[in-house]
């Protein structure tokens, strides 16, 4: 049963906060990939500096999780011309709906991950800073549900706002031209980690040029002061933007081990 199903889930049927339209675009959605006799599910968000969201860091990484045996969920996010808060509302959103319907899938509603890549992982370690247990008096079931995810995957990620260290270009599509430091702050996720913040798994390359990878060793550093279970994995050379890394087989190897991590993890 592994690969894509045929439905398409739409986040907000009626309508996602905040749309200007009713656009692809406009509504975020999930790709289900779903496998027999998997325990838990993972998230997928595609990187492209919160501008576009990247095809080879989505479906082939869903196929590799089923490979696994793990179900996957592709998410599409909304992108610039939105900004802060829409993808944060999407992918929160997201982990609520998987957590809702994990019953009906086989899965343990206890094992939602979400992984991405880029800004993608930025927007993955927001998930993971910035959380709720759900409103248990809505009326729409979905928001009764924790949006807290329960482990991290971060593939070359954005983490930081501040100028030392960011991608200009989606803090841009982010946050603006002009971000308020208060704003900068708060979507600078080595800032916002506590003790309640998710295991997560962490890969980057030491010579990436896009995104530096002192991102990676922020999020880590935070992650270890707050006692948070962490793997980092910093490998010597590798450009930005290389998903599975098939054409490098050292870099390669992230998938083999974050594998053998999540299956530590019960997943």
């Known amino acids: 049963m592994a690969g894509p199903q045929n ?12 749309a ?15 496998v027999e006799g998997s ?4 998230i997928v968000c595609p990187g492209g500096g919160y501008g576009m969201r990247a095809d080879h860091e989505g479906d082939p990484i869903a196929l590799w999780l089923n490979s696994l045996g793990i179900s996957a969920f592709v998410l599409r996010y909304r992108v610039a011309p939105y900004g802060y808060p829409n993808a944060l509302l999407d992918a929160q959103r997201a982990i609520r709906y998987v957590r809702l319907h994990a019953g009906e899938w086989d899965i343990d509603a206890g094992k939602i991950g979400i992984l991405g890549f880029s800004a993608g992982g930025h927007l993955v370690s927001t998930a ?7 409103r248990p008096d809505a009326d729409d079931p979905i928001e009764r549900m924790s949006s ?6 971060l593939c070359y990620p954005v983490i930081t706002m501040q100028s030392a260290y960011t991608h200009e270009g989606s803090r841009e599509n982010l946050l603006g031209k002009h971000p308020e430091p208060a704003m ?5 996720s080595e800032l916002q980690v506590t003790s309640d913040t998710p295991p997560t798994f962490i890969w980057h390359t030491s010579d990436d040029g896009a995104v ?8 880590a550093s935070a992650l270890r002061r707050s006692g948070v279970p962490f793997d980092l994995h910093i490998y010597e050379k590798g450009h930005h933007g290389m998903g599975l890394a098939e054409s490098d ?6 998938s083999t081990v974050c594998g053998l991590w999540l299956r530590r993890y019960g997943f």
Not at 148 to 153: E, G, K, M, N
Not at 249 to 254: G, L, Y
């Open 7 to 18: 439905t398409l889930i739409k986040l907000w049927p009626e309508g996602a906060p905040n």
């Open 20 to 34: 200007a339209g009713m656009t692809d675009e406009d509504r975020p959605a999930l790709t289900p990939y779903l």
């Open 39 to 42: 325990k838990g599910a993972v």
């Open 128 to 134: 993971g800073t910035h959380y709720d247990a759900g």
């Open 148 to 153: 807290r995810p329960d482990l991290l995957v």
């Open 184 to 188: 900068i702050e708060l979507m600078s």
């Open 212 to 219: 530096p990878v002192e991102n990676a060793m922020l999020f």
């Open 249 to 254: 087989p050292h870099v390669a190897s992230w």
